[in-house]
């Protein structure tokens, strides 16, 4: 059963198929690495890749659990080649550095419209180089820029963590429901209140009910326990431990 | 115009004051600097940390960019004091791996969950270390668990995006306003363990616990009272119940 709806949302993530990230001038290998691991988590498996530095790139290959997929990684000498097949062509930014000439859209906002294409075409994603984002050259191929919403104070992320966030947004709603472990069933009334004249009589045996008027103790007491919201199995587990205790407490506590 | 929506953006950001993100055990430099970047974007600046790998935590306090959250990090020794003043703990986890005794949302589900406490009291959410995740005893501090949709090929985040994908999901919408009627104040993971021990005490002295494997009945019942959620209410008359339980089963059960 569970194995079932897994499968099936994961038919729905292989939808990022249509999608290319197009990673522009990546430096620093753990970055593409990074980026690439991000791409299988969420499915999206098609990398392109523009002027990497040449060390990045080769470096890069060996990272565990996704080599494959930087093994079918497209490389390209000019962003122009590498969006050439897309339909729509988005950018990414920490804007704030310069004047910018396109609609910059918030990622949860650009992330609905990347989706809508993605049912019917390709898209490419840009990421920027680590040191100075998208050229103008690429800014000039896109048809609008998103950018992920930072504190103003630390604008700029790392593009690993940038791809993944990206990426998730992107995956997040293409996602059908799973539910997670079945919920206990919860308590009846019956078992509630098994629980709690347990608890009353040890609460006798050990003086505490004497201490204040003993109806009292009975309504708190009884009004704890249903706020408690017990499932079955833990009413079962708690009856078990207070029987215990009740009976310890009346066969005669610490042995001599 | 821009300008003034952007900054009440931020504001809104800022509400991830209550957040503390715990990272358990981290052995790599590079994650527990990545982390804290992420942290910074995002706006929560709480890092705590539980027995990361010395090496880890030294080297990372040089990360570019997050230097003053790092240094502004919490240590621990123990997940239990880690998140002693929270309210609600969650744990994340890729799933999968082992039977769990939690409930599993996913990171958009629970996210939800967290910004509603997060309007009032204070929220850690837990990273395990990179290679094996959190232990059994740092889940048995959670309240219940979250996870990334990621692909079942490759479920499995490095620990830095992980960090920073579930961050953006919670600065995403903003933090939800409390409304209606003020419930009474969830008890705090402190009072929930000072119940848990007295409890553990109590059966110990029943001879309750020895029938079974003791850190097994330590676990399963530190579980079942974060399921229980307690108001702090009524975690103070659960403890003096239990406590003076426990005084009769010291003193002596039933008096000849």
């Known amino acids: 059963m569970k194995r079932q709806s897994e499968a099936k949302k994961w038919q729905v993530l292989s939808e990022l198929d249509r999608l290319r990230v197009v990673l522009v001038a990546t430096r620093n290998p753990l970055n593409l690495g990074a980026a690439a691991l991000a791409m299988s988590n969420f499915g999206a498996l098609r990398l392109r890749v523009v002027n990497p530095y040449e060390l990045a790139f080769r470096e890069a290959r060996s990272a565990v659990g ?8 497209e490389e390209f000498t000019s962003t122009a080649d590498a969006v050439a097949d897309c339909a729509l062509v988005v950018g990414t930014t920490a804007v704030g550095h310069r004047e910018l000439q396109h609609s910059v859209y918030r990622l949860d906002e650009g992330g609905g419209l990347i989706r809508q294409q993605l049912a019917t075409v390709p898209v490419a994603v840009l990421f920027g180089s680590e040191k100075t984002g998208l ?3 690429d800014l ?3 048809h609008w820029l998103m950018r992920i919403p930072t504190r103003e104070k630390h604008i700029s992320m790392n593009l690993g963590q940038a791809v993944a966030v ?3 947004e992107l995956a997040r709603n293409g996602v059908t429901k799973a539910k997670g472990k079945q919920a206990a069933a919860p308590a009846i009334s019956g078992e509630m209140e098994r629980v709690t004249s ?3 009589e040890a609460l006798r045996e050990s003086g505490y009910s004497s201490q204040v008027a003993e109806a009292s103790t009975e309504e708190k007491a009884r009004r704890m326990i249903r706020r408690m919201d017990l499932n079955s199995n833990d009413a079962q587990v708690l009856l078990g431990m207070l029987r215990q205790i009740l ?5 005669g506590g610490s042995e001599p």
Chains 1, 2 share one sequence.
């Open 247 to 251: 009976w310890k407490l009346r066969s």
């Open 140 to 142: 000039s191929h896109c």
């Open 135 to 137: 050229g103008n050259e």
């Open 66 to 73: 996704a080599a494959e997929l930087l093994a079918n990684a």
């Open 198 to 200: 347990v608890l009353l």
């Open 166 to 168: 990206t990426l998730y």
